[in-house]
């Protein structure tokens, strides 16, 4: 077994750094449940090349990008980083989280109706042969040339375009802004500072160290709308036991390796624990 294992990461090492850096798109950040990159299944620091084809079945993925931001796809959808400033998301749901984008070239996310254009900003697109919709959480977006500003959605099919309001829950505003964001600048320098087979582990610490910052922010920002939070029907409610004696009872919304967002469920608030203040976590 031990031996497998080890065919498998020397397998997984030597496909990472056989891309060459112009065909870097991005690298898988996380992955959960049935995940494919062409035909193989997802993993954990994987690099994404230009033209790969991911599909999600019963599980998500998140990737950071190389040159701008991170995308997150839900269940049942396909998505392809075409190039340095494009991906297709040809069914399905993605969230979109941009801050610095090259001006002159900036990023287009196409589906089978829309092209959405992205400066610097947070957006969730889902998308059909028929129909799609491009709702911004904050900034804003140009869908097929058409400015959308943050709280709005653009309904898009093959016979005009709607502008509604977005109406976000909660929920996916925790979501998209939990999402990390590191500045391209950084992740090219980790990939031009790294050794071929630290690559992958130096973005993933990379990104989750982002990530904990903007779960913090994503904390910050709904912290005083708690009341509003859905329970996932798939959440099991867990206990939290603190160094000091106390406890939270409730259920993790969110977590990084050093920070979970809580919702207790007797107060009815949203609660930011360091980990290293917690003494035990355990479904309740």
């Not at 030597?14 to 112009?22: M, R």
């Not at 042969?129 to 911004?136: F, G, L």
């Not at 898009?156 to 391209?184: L, Q, W």
Request: glycine share 6%; aromatic share 6%; net charge negative.
């Amino acid at each position: 077994m031990k031996k497998l294992i080890l065919i498998e990461t020397l397998l997984f090492t030597a496909c990472n750094t056989q891309i060459k850096k112009s065909d870097m798109g991005g690298f898988v950040i996380n992955t959960q449940g049935v995940v494919y990159v062409d035909k193989s299944p997802a993993k954990s620091g994987q690099l994404i090349q230009h033209g790969q084809i991911i599909n999600t079945e019963n599980g998500t993925i998140e990737i950071q990008l190389k040159n701008c931001g991170s995308i997150r796809i839900r269940e049942f959808a396909q998505i392809s980083l075409d190039s340095a400033s494009s991906s297709t998301l040809k069914r399905g749901t993605g969230l979109f989280s941009f801050d610095k984008v090259d001006r002159n070239s900036g990023y287009n996310v196409n589906t089978p109706t829309a092209v959405a254009g992205v400066r610097g900003t947070r957006f969730i697109v889902s998308a059909s042969d028929n129909q799609s919709e491009v709702a911004v959480v904050s900034g804003a977006v140009e869908v097929n040339k058409i400015p959308i500003e943050s709280n709005l959605k653009m309904i898009v099919t093959r016979d005009g375009n709607t502008v509604v309001p977005a109406n976000f829950t909660i929920n996916e505003k925790i979501e998209i802004n939990s999402m990390p964001v590191i500045d391209p600048l950084m992740v090219n320098n980790v990939i031009e500072d790294s050794k071929p087979e630290e690559l992958s582990d130096n973005i993933l610490e990379l990104s989750e160290t982002y990530r904990t910052i903007a779960t913090i922010d994503a904390y910050d920002r709904v912290k005083h709308q708690a009341d509003q939070y859905i329970i996932p029907v798939n959440k099991s409610k867990e206990k939290i036991v603190l160094n000091d004696g106390s406890n939270i009872i409730g259920y993790v919304v969110t977590q990084t390796k050093d920070v979970i967002l809580v919702y207790d469920s007797n107060k009815k608030t949203f609660v930011s624990v360091n980990k290293f203040d917690v003494t035990s976590q355990e479904f309740f």
